[in-house]
């Protein structure tokens, strides 16, 4: 049975009263001032560009503003936001509150970090890793059918950590250079204080904290009055369960991927509609509204699914090798490099820690040549290896020549030096294909300058030398999911050595067309800095996927692309004998078609 994780909402189609406000110059302030005055009594909203509707939800009330009646049904945007106030106000008498009021958040009281301790050891109550659910509202619009008001749940974990500063100072848990905020009260008591971030931890002095990239006035805080970022999520187990940390973590991966799984997604969203369709809910009084199940199949309306065609991948040059799996055609027939021309064997630096050079060792030997082993499941069946050839015999690549480079120690510092020592090799005639850096998690928090990842990516970019990185913690993941994580490393490197992995069949339709890639990036300091975003040409290639443009156009600021977009395209378009009739897709605010 196909199932969408729409639950209909149906409602009598009525006639209500509203009041209508004008929203001139200053419609913003009038809009927040009528919500804070009469929240608990009205829903206001804004309506199109220049009014706001006010309706009463309780019966005593009125509507504010000029007096008239609307059709429900017409005004779907002000019903969903009507079914949202009724179902905030439900969880208020059942004494919950929600995280936002956009989806509706719930946050479970089922502890998956409880459920994964072993027996005789239990997390602290403000230690948890929670179920989360989702329920969102919003008008839907299906091809052939009516549209209409729909509830669409969803399901996931989240972290807690709900001890301030403090209290983690007086357990013994450092905080340096972690992220920690505020938390503010909502005007709506409905919705939970939200986590506001301050800056990051640069020093404790006595009860206060001295903060590093600080919003503006909070240089220095008390421990007592914030709280830490969910980041410190692993410090805390690390911290707490000591040498039963590493199982525990484990357990937790475990039950997080069991909660992804098709059919438990389903069994869970399925118990929350079941909990909405048990009740009735007044959207204003007098009019009521109730959920539905779930749109399927079975149903007359169930709106029409249409395959897209599955790309065909290309493994050899006159496209006798193909398969409508890459990661299956490359285990079958190689890549395309392999069987179209030929790769010279690379030569390899590893930049690693000293203290973790046995397991980066032991996690490249897998990666290169033995690959991952599977054991069949408890019910016999052998479950799928995504990284059973390795790297070498995947790719058909020979790698002789591996040389490592040890830091002495996890500071950008130390492996500045690491990596200046492969850099002078790579000067003196030993050219490296790649580096592959071995980080750690806790980097990415680091500010740019300070992180040991980044300082080493932009050495060997300025010499041309292509960077993978892999986290020490991927080096000690259980089978499945390093079996996982090996073939998206492998195929990356393969790409970084020059490598063409596969190409795609093109439609043969006699028409040249172009795929440009945009990249983008943002400058900012710190997390909380001043953002500006960048936008430059990565690659522009044909349909099947061949290149045809390496140099990139510099990177501009967002409002400035359209320009260096088309001064690359030209320069791109005279390298070959005939133009294109280019048509490039939007990208924000901003599209392109031109001649070029």
Known sequence: MKLLNFSPIHFDDQEIRVGRLPYGNDGAQILRDLRDQHRGTHVVRREGADSILTVPVTPESEPIGEIETIRLAEYLGLTAELIRNALLNG??????????????????????????????????????????????????????????????????????????AADLLADGISLKGVYVGRMIPRKDSRIAPRFKPVGYVRSVDGSRLLLGDFREGAEAVEASEVWPAKDLF????????????????????????????????????????????????ELVPGVTFTFGPFLNDAAGDFPPLIPAPRPVYVFDGPASKTHDSHDQGLNTFGPYTANAGSLAAPKLCVVCQRSYKVEVE???????????????????????????????????????????????????????????????????????????????????????????????????????????????????KSPIPLSCC???????????????????????????????????AENVEG??????????????????????????????????????????????????????????????????????
């Not at 301790?117 to 659910?133: E, F, K, M, Q, V």
């Not at 997604?265 to 929350?272: A, D, G, N, T, Y």
């Not at 690549?397 to 996890?410: K, W």
């Not at 490197?493 to 006699?510: D, E, F, I, N, V």
Request: with cysteine; glycine share 8%; aromatic share 10%.
């Open 486 to 520: 090996l073939n998206s490393i492998g195929l990356a490197t393969y790409a970084k050595l020059g490598g063409t992995p596969w190409l795609m069949k093109s439609r043969g339709s006699g028409c040249h067309e172009l795929i440009i890639g945009l990249g983008c």
């Open 91 to 164: 969880l208020a008498e059942l004494g919950r509150t929600s995280r936002d009021y956009e989806p509706l958040e719930v946050v479970s009281d089922k502890d998956l970090l409880r459920l994964s301790c072993p027996p005789g050891i239990a997390p602290p109550d403000w230690l948890g890793l929670r179920i989360l659910y989702e329920v969102s509202i919003r008008p839907v619009f299906l091809t052939d059918r009516k549209e209409f008001i729909a509830a669409m749940p969803n399901v996931r974990t989240t972290r807690i950590i709900d001890r301030t």
């Open 362 to 476: 032991q996690f490249l030997d897998k990666f290169f040549s033995n690959g991952v082993i599977l054991q069949p499941s408890r019910n016999g069946k052998q479950l799928k290896n995504y990284f059973e050839k390795a790297f070498c015999r995947k790719y058909a690549l020979r790698v002789s020549d591996v040389q490592y480079f040890l830091t002495e120690g996890s500071s950008a510092e130390a492996y500045h030096v690491a990596c200046q020592e492969a850099l002078e090799q790579h000067g003196n005639g030993q050219p490296w294909n790649a580096a592959l850096i071995q980080i750690e998690e806790a980097f990415h928090k680091l500010p740019p300058q300070y992180n040991p990842y980044l300082v080493s990516k932009s050495m060997f970019q300025s010499h041309h030398v292509p960077v993978q990185q892999f986290k020490i913690e991927t080096t000690r």
């Open 527 to 596: 997390r909380l800095g001043k953002r500006e975003r960048f936008v430059g040409v990565t690659a522009i290639f044909g349909a099947d996927g061949s290149y045809h443009l390496y140099n990139t156009s510099k990177a501009v600021f967002a409002d400035r692309y359209q320009g260096a977009l088309l001064s690359t395209l030209r320069t791109a378009n005279r390298k070959r004998s005939h133009g294109f009739e280019l048509a490039a897709g939007r990208s924000g605010a901003v599209g392109v078609s031109c001649e070029i």
């Open 234 to 281: 692993g410090t805390c187990l690390s911290h707490l369960f000591k040498q039963d940390a590493r199982r525990i973590k484990h357990a937790l991966e475990c039950q997080q991927a069991a909660l992804k799984q098709g059919p438990v997604q389903v069994e869970r969203i399925e118990s929350v509609v079941a909990k909405l369709r048990s009740r009735e809910f």
